[in-house]
Each structure stands twice: as C-alpha cells, then as structure tokens.
C-alpha cells in the first residue's frame, strides 16, 4: 500500500483517495441535481397541464380510464414496442437491431432501451452475457495491447538521439488527437445528419456509449420516421469496439498519470537519509 512518509512519520494516502472520490460523487450528485431537477420538475407540470386540457376537450372521457390507458403506453415504451402504426417500419428485433443489441450486451453498454420480454430470452440473455463479456474483455484486451504498442514503438522513436522532449511530447499530443478526432469528434457529426441531432447531443452519445455507461436517451437507428440501411448500424457497431479500446487505453493511461501525481504529491523521502546526513561511527 502506498504511504505518505517524512522522516519520523507514516500516512497511506489511500484514504484520500477513497475522500476524493466520494467528494467526487457528492459533486456530481449536487451538479446534476442544480442542473436537472427544475428541468424535470417544469416537464412533469406540463404533461399534468396538457392531460388536463386534454380532459376538459374531450369530456367524454374517464379520467382513470385515461390514467390506465398511459399506464398501457409507458409499459409499452419501457419494453421498446414501436407504437407508430406503419407497415414499412422494421421490427426491434430484425437482425441489424438485434446484431446491435447483442454488442450492446457483450460490451455492457446495457442502453436500456430494447430489452428481452419472453422468458426464453432473458435466460438466453444470461447465458449470452455470462460467456460473452469475457470474450468481449479478453478481445478488447489483444486490440488494446495493440495500440498499446504502436504508442510504446512512438515513444521509442521519439526518444532517439536528437529528439528534445517538446517532440515527444508533441508526438504524443498527435497520437491522442488522432483517436480524440476519430472517435469523439468526427462520429457526433455523422450522428447529427443521420439522427436529426445537435452536434452537442451527438458528441453526448458517443462518449457516453464508448464509455458503456450507456444511459439508453440517445440510441442510433431507433427514429420510427427514419428509414435506417442496414450498413449505418454495422459501420456504428464497429467504431463502438474500437472506440472501446481506445477510450480504456485512454483512462488507462489517465489512471496511471493519477496514481504518480498521488505518490509524487505525497511521497516524501526521508531526509535523514539522504546525501549528507550525518551518520553513526
């Protein structure tokens, strides 16, 4: 265990950094509450306001038949029925939803909009997930060690006689640029004239589904007034694993800059024993 050390004193700095991070998740809860709760406070207020102007248009109708009839569509909603009655959109589970729906659980992405319903499935689902994640890990894992090693043979050449420590470090400036370009700038602008989206609702999916938290309020391919090629969700597919290596590579690489700063800041040597200190006949 790492330890903070002086010349006559001895602290882990583990419990900061257990301190840190729940101060971390503090933070995040209070921003997210600040930034949100109105939001959705406001929403609510209107969907009560419309439903009763609804009610008071159409005088006809029960207003506990009207509550069961929403409770109907949001289970709908929650199980991903598309609800728009026409012929030319495609099932959930054709094949191209469903290839994606099956790297969304290898991966864990887990987006939550389209889930199994039979029970014949949710056990598949298990077993599926059970064999599946550690063969997705261990396949992230060899395309990992692969950029891994194209960044260690940059490292070397940038440290051969002649090369000052700017072109290293500008070398290694260029290489997270290329994968920040590839992955997390040009993809949200493809998103954006495919999906109808902002470019900041875009740039949101993509580091949210390469990250797999993976919250489910923004999937490609489920517009119902989109008609989606097969091809836009086999090419999505496959920047996601792609991109999945290379964003852990990147809080790999973050975690480890993390921990040095942590023992750098507080590791100290002991004074009395370094150079010059006076010693014992």
């Not at 109708?61 to 009655?85: C, S, T, Y």
Request: proline residues 5%; aromatic residues 16%.
């Amino acid at each position: 265990m790492p330890f903070l050390t002086a010349p006559n004193w001895q602290i882990s700095w583990t419990p900061l950094l257990v301190l840190g991070y729940l101060f971390y998740l503090l933070l995040g809860a209070t921003v997210f509450q600040l930034l949100e709760k109105q939001a959705e406070t406001h929403s609510r207020d209107q969907f009560h306001l419309e439903k009763l102007k609804f009610l008071q248009n159409y005088t006809c109708l029960d207003r506990q038949a009207l509550e069961q009839f929403i409770q109907v569509l949001m289970e709908a909603l929650e199980k991903g029925v598309n609800l728009k009655q026409n012929s030319t959109n495609p099932s959930n589970w054709d094949f191209s939803n469903s290839f994606f729906f099956a790297g969304a659980v290898v991966t864990t992405i887990g987006y939550g909009n389209r889930s199994p319903n039979t029970v014949a499935g949710q056990v598949f689902c298990v077993f599926y997930a059970l064999f599946g994640v550690p063969l997705n890990l261990a396949f992230l894992n060899q395309l990992g060690k692969g950029l891994n090693a194209h960044l260690i043979t940059l490292e070397r050449w940038v440290q051969k006689p002649g090369y000052d420590q700017v072109v290293q470090r500008l070398a290694m400036a260029v290489f997270l640029t290329a994968g920040i370009l590839l992955f997390l700038v040009f993809p949200p602008l493809v998103f954006s004239y495919v999906e109808g989206w902002s470019y900041g609702e875009g740039f949101y999916f993509t580091f949210i589904t390469l990250s797999t938290i993976g919250f489910g309020d923004y999937v490609v391919g489920t517009n119902p007034n989109k008609h989606y090629i097969p091809l836009y969700r086999s090419l999505t597919a496959i920047w996601i694993v792609f991109g999945l290596a290379w964003l852990a590579l990147v809080f790999n690489v973050g975690a480890h800059l993390m921990e040095k700063f942590l023992q750098l800041k507080w590791h100290k040597p002991d004074l009395s024993l370094t150079e010059g200190s006076p010693t014992k006949p």
